[in-house]
């Protein structure tokens, strides 16, 4: 037991009870300051005894006494009441003696109790009674520091030699809120390193004091819109003025008046020096230190940094992700499975690993400008794509090297997790470490990351929303090899309640072949843009690639589905067939008339075949790296395909396309697959056009028809204002056009559209200046002017002129004859 001098707000004696390992018995640990107050203190209390120690302990409540409530505690049993010499005669305490019993820890973590007495003849006074209640948390703290380090124990040992259970270097301070003035107390400036006759009563030259690491996480405890009645803590670092750096905790208090708003802040600092790294935590350095020291791919990197990281911490959820301009892109995530990540992370999910816009991500773009470690306790107000991944607690690391942030790791605990001072010292640790090693890797896998680079770029970074479907699509690169493949998709609305969905794979794995898909996939969305069947889609993609200098061929699968009606039109070269679930999770592999790849041969055919959808089918495309490898075959990986299908939930079509991919290890090939939920639409639209015969009254016949039409259809509201639309692009079509000239009009849940097809494939221009004299030239303004949108897409046989007027009326109409 200590004999050194001890005092802390009025305290002049203090003694650490600690629960003995049966859990009946209390047992004296060690007493400082004054021993002459409280003279014979047992060494040993039985936890069910009358003692302020056992009382206190018991009900998990502190226990105050004055000097005249300590005698009536005396004279109600003296006999368990420290005071008892040898002869078992009974001394009554001091006068002015006052006393407190202050449990230790709190819930499963009971750990025993602080006695601490004084003379204070008034009693301890309501703010030292708080300080001191923290003080006890500061002892507590000490105590779980002694049990983690003692192998094998589940109680509170004894402290080691040097060591002392109560800080002996510790003061307090007072925060008023309102002024920001600090009264503080000669030990809390002596272990700032602060000179009294430097300090100027404020809070900031507390913070200059703390590692910039740790002040975040400092400044967050007293920030007006954090502030809480319950006991905060926090251990942070501070570089004293000599250069050595010392670990300190914080425990602090708000006090409120009587209207419940926060005016004081009470806290107790005290040296932490038991916070240092163990030698578990410099092991832990040391072994990611060593492996990240023979990691030569980014791939590598990350796998490691998982590994050392996910387990030691109990971590839920570990990523790490790379820094590229304004994206991050995602080299690992543990757990792989999509399910486990936030909503956002999973709609990026397009390759082996999703990429996320920083834009999006406004908290971690703070933290990487920054480039300090940041961590979040249970409940902190961030954006839900990060909430998300740590529920209970995220810590944030930026990962710099070279002077700048080159990416970031997330460590995320779904569980209430508090964070302790040994973890903020690991991670910023092992954010240099891992900065480091993948700019190492990238230099040594420059050439991989180049050919990623260009496959990401080439694919679409985003699937449009369909009205009637939901359409998502993965891709995963090869594992064998380094080089870049050639499978693609994409998704092309094309108007009219039309989409084009396509799937394709380029021969061989190459920077060439990769460019020949991009080339190819531009081509087919250009031809499907303009409206040619998709017959002629194909065919004229399967001329530019054989008028093109290369030996590679390419197979591809198109569908151009009406989303309105469900009828889809297949067009496949060389490609795999589909695969179709029906709502009723029956599952089959399509019949699909092919030709052959593109590429092969110039003047060639290519059948298409009709297929009609009902709403709830789910259709899949994919390349043959999902179902074939050089241990499955294409037959099985096929059945597996319709067998996973066939058990899987549609109404997450994400989720579906996860599980197809989850059997898909070792992969020989890129796999691409795509997937559409056909939903169908509530409102069928209707539609109608009228082939325009190039007469003098054209235009008069054009509005007749119109008129009659959309009176039928129980438009009248925005009549006239249709009336003029078609005036307009008619009167244009057959002034400017030769040729034939067709009026389309097709009327939707919410929307009516006008379009006017002519034989001439030059676009109308919009003038920019009319002069008030000219006798034409306004046509495309007015039209502007009275719809919500309107432009011109070319066709195979000239081009479309088209407006869209919103119609405040024509949902209830069209809905009511639907």
Known sequence: MTRQRFAFC????????????????????????????LYGLPAVLSVDGHSPAAEAYRSGHPLWLNPKELAAYVEEDPHHFPGRVQDDSVRAPPARLSLGALPLGHGSRELGCLIVAGEVPDGFSNDRRSLLELYADQVAAGLVSVAAHASGRTAPRRPALGHTLVPLRGGAFILDLASGRMEAHARVLELLGIPPDQFGGNVEMLLASAVPDDIPALMAIVEPDRLTSDPQQLAFRIRRPGGELRWLGLRCRVMTDDDGTPVRVLGVVADASYLRPSADEVSIVQRLSAKLAGATTIRDVSQIVVNSLRGPLDASRVAVAELEADRLVVTVLDPPEPHAWPGMWRSEWRSEWPDASMHDLPTLQNALREGHVSL???????????????????????LPADGRMVGVCLVGWDGEHRFGPEERSLLTATA???????????????????ASMLQRSLLPRKLPSLPGGVAVARYLPATVGLEVGGDWYDVIPLGDGHVALVIGDVQGHSAGAATIMGQIRTAVRAYAVERHPPDVVIARANRLLVGMETDLFATCLYVDLDMQEGIAWFVRAGHLQPVLRNPDGSTEEMTVEGGPPLGVVTD??????????VPGTVLALLTDGMVESSNVRLEDGMRRVCDVLATADPAD??????????????????????????DGTRVRPMRTNWTVWRLPNAVQHARRFTARTLRSW???EELDVALLVVSELVTNAIAHTPGEVRLDLTLSADRLRIAVNDASPRSPVKPTDVDWSATGGRGLLIVEATTASWGSVPLSSGKQVWAEVPLATARAAHQARA
């Open 10 to 37: 009025g305290a002049e004696l203090a003694a650490v009870y600690v629960l003995a390992e049966g859990r009946e018995e209390l047992h004296l640990a060690e007493m400082t300051g004054n021993r002459a107050m």
């Open 376 to 398: 979040w306790p249970p409940g902190a107000d961030l954006e839900p794509a990060l909430a998300g991944i740590g529920p209970g607690g995220l810590a944030v690391l930026p």
């Open 432 to 450: 240099g470490l891992v900065g480091q090693a993948l700019m190492r890797a990238h230099a040594l896998d420059a050439g991989h990351e180049l």
């Open 604 to 613: 060639t055919e290519f059948p298409m075949t009709e297929v009609g959808l």
């Open 653 to 678: 079509p994400g989720m579906v396309a996860d599980e197809l991919l989850a059997g898909v290890n070792r992969r020989d090939d890129d796999v691409a697959l795509l997937l559409l939920r056909y």
């Open 714 to 716: 129980g438009v009248e």
